[in-house]
């Protein structure tokens, strides 16, 4: 077998997967998802939405209801866990409070049953590899959060498996840790070139650390994309909410035009948008970002221009954040660059935005809850 | 401008009037700690006057040695003269034969003679015959009149033993509670095999006290596994049943045994109804029927301290062992089971030190090869009033404890056993 196929053919993969705990209600409803050999796939969703389920049931922790799980090509439903050969990374690190950190590092190699010299030489190799070299005797709880981390992927790493799970790994670290281990992370996988498998429900995480990003909601898959697709062409109302911030307008659409529709929205303002998931005569929730709304001189260029109140500014130091309504959206939110700001616009005025069609995008709405 | 510089005149402490700071925490700490004496202090007078007091006080009684000290004291005075050799002064034997005259019809005379009667046999009708041939007649020499009631008083030997029994303290009985004695010559010499007892008797308290927590720990490890992985709704139930011995005494508990494991019993009657044995099997008044009642006794104090740490243990530990590619069981004995250890020692500690005091059980229980430690404690006290004999042994068994739990602070210790782990 050559190299293009091998790596061609999806290093896992799930088909018509469900799972369910108690027999009625289905956490996962029907998965099927490839992973490629290689990549950084992150899941990511709301508590609850299926997606640790997921990851448990490619560990070995749970077995799926129906459907079936390859790895490799060879289905691994009924394989138990410790044979999968699948390094994994816990949410609490998981690390063994009574052996050394050089110790918890041996554990897989001693039970793979290596040589004396080979388990030295590769536990001190990956505590190198995470920085921590000289910490090999310490015990775990003598360690800071974020040198336990290290260790525990470490740990999932030293007996060089394929596959890489990490379940929340960095939910118990202090914001600027957590962005500097996210690189880290990043980097290891980049040059061991595993493939792996992250879940979190922290979207920035996700947009950071990932070539893909698989949204769940509700035990299926929303959309499973680039982090930038995700962002700038979400599939539906969901992703759009839950990736970023976004803005979302209400209305009925008039006429689609290729790529374009016009939509009237519920105040009777017709705008242009590009057509998402929506056929004309639908109800629509039209989806924009906040930074892509214009309120300078250049919003008079823009496609739709409309009017609006300024409520409140919220200032974030590089940039001020302004609360607007808008056609009935009390929440509309503005990102506007201090450098771009009027600094003569008070809450009460009445001010005039404009956005371009491209960053607008008519998208079904959601189902009421 | 003047108001300002007012306040923060106010605000300034005067330098002379106001303790100094450091002054003023030791106040204020010295209150707290006032507070929290005074909330313990009934407990502590209480462990005091109820606890440490009298063992403290029957724990002397084990090198305790009054009555040839108390009662021949001039005596004992006259003696120290003596180089040992050869026969003691005149003086000596005018001191003892008035000391021995005014202790004559007094319980002083018993204790004297049974005393003595320790060092030599013979010596108590020595002392009774001597008491009651006095007082000497007047103007008699004194150390020929003894002699001539007993020749034994001519002797050295005699005197010596007087002069040795006199101390205020003495080894004796805790030598004897380890088979052990002083010969006349001051050497520490093990006791003739006929007499020897106790130390056996320690060795069987320490067998079966280590079977029994053996036994606990085999029988309750599983229940408390299973306690600590049920849920919370389950596992109060089970700890229901775990506690549920407690609610009848000891004694009831016992007796119930008795009724189950006759001959006639409901256990026998089971087993022969079942074909697996012929006859009845002997379960009472030996040590199976010890064994059988103490562990039903003691497994709480086993399955609690384990439940406790094992609730500690996330079970992610063995996922985690599992993930690395560790078979389940290996993963559990590699993983949990030794996270498990301060709660084995806890447990194991409690039992076995328990098990060293049992009385009861082995009592009603056992054959008189059961018994205990604490069962000659009780002889002694009850039945031959012998208090040195009885503290010796309490020291003994007391001295074997303390022992024991150095050992295990040293190697599991105290702050290692933690009732819930931190996450």
Known sequence: MTNQTASAAPHVSFRNVQKSYDGETLIVRDLNLDIRRGEFLTLLGPSGSGKTTCLMMLAGFETPTSGEIRLEGEIINNQPPHKRNIGMVFQNYALF????????????????????????????????????????????????????????????????????????????????????????????????????????????????????????????????????????????????????????????????????????????????????????????????????????????????????????????????????????????????????????????????????????????????? | MTAASNTADALAPPAASVPSLKKRLRRAEMRKKLLYGALILPLAVFLLVAFVWPIASLLTRSIDNPEVHDNLPHTLRELKAWDGEGMPPAAVFTAFAAELESAKGSPAIAEIAKRLNREETGYRSLIMKTARKLPLPADTDVPSALTEIDARWGEAETWRAIRRSGGATTPFYLLAAIDRSIDTHGNIVTAPPEEAVYVNVLMRTFWMSLIVTGLCLVLGFPVAYLMAKLATKQSNMLMFFVLLPFWTSVLVRVAAWIILLQNEGLINKVLMAIGLTDGPLQLLFNRVGVYVAMVHILLPFMVLPLYSVMKGISPVYVRAAVSLGCPPFKSFWKVYFPQTLPGIGAGALLVFIMCMGYYITPALLGSPQEQMVSYFIAFYTNQTINWGMAAALSAVLLGATLVLYMVYARYLGPTRVKLVKPR
Do not use: W
Request: some cysteine; charged content about 25%; aromatic content about 4%.
């Open chain 1, 97 to 369: 409070p009574h052996m050394s950190v050089l110790d918890n590092l041996r554990f897989p190699l001693k039970v793979r049953k290596l040589p004396a010299a080979e388990v030295d030489a590769k536990a001190r190799r990956a505590l190198d590899m995470v920085q921590l070299g000289s910490f090999g005797s310490r015990y775990p709880q003598q360690l800071s959060g974020g040198q336990q981390q290290r260790i525990a992927l470490a740990r999932a790493l030293v007996f060089e498996p394929q596959l890489v799970l990490m379940d929340e790994p960095l939910g118990a670290l202090d914001k600027n840790l957590r962005e500097q281990m996210q690189l880290e992370i990043k980097h290891i996988q980049q040059t061991l070139g595993v493939t792996v498998v992250f879940v979190t429900h922290d979207q920035s995480e996700a947009l950071t650390m990932s070539d893909r990003i698989a949204v769940f909601d509700k035990g299926i898959i929303q959309q499973i994309d680039s982090a930038e697709r995700l962002y700038e062409e979400p599939a539906n109302a969901f992703v759009a909410n839950f990736i970023g911030e976004n803005n979302a307008l209400v209305g009925r659409v008039e006429r689609i035009e290729g790529e374009h529709c016009d939509v009237r929205l519920d105040c009777g303002t017709l705008i242009r948008a590009r057509t998402g998931s929506v056929a004309a005569g639908d109800r629509t929730l039209v989806s924009v970002r906040p930074e892509r709304v214009v309120l300078d001189d250049s919003a008079k260029g823009c496609a739709n221009f409309l009017d609006a109140v300024v409520k409140e500014f919220i200032y974030l130091g590089d940039q001020v954040r302004i609360r607007v309504d808008l056609c009935g959206n009390h929440d509309f939110t503005i990102k506007t660059p201090i450098s771009h700001l009027d600094h003569s616009l008070r809450s009460g005025d009445q001010i005039r935005i404009g956005m371009d069609a491209a960053h607008m995008r008519a998208l079904e709405p959601l189902p009421a809850a």
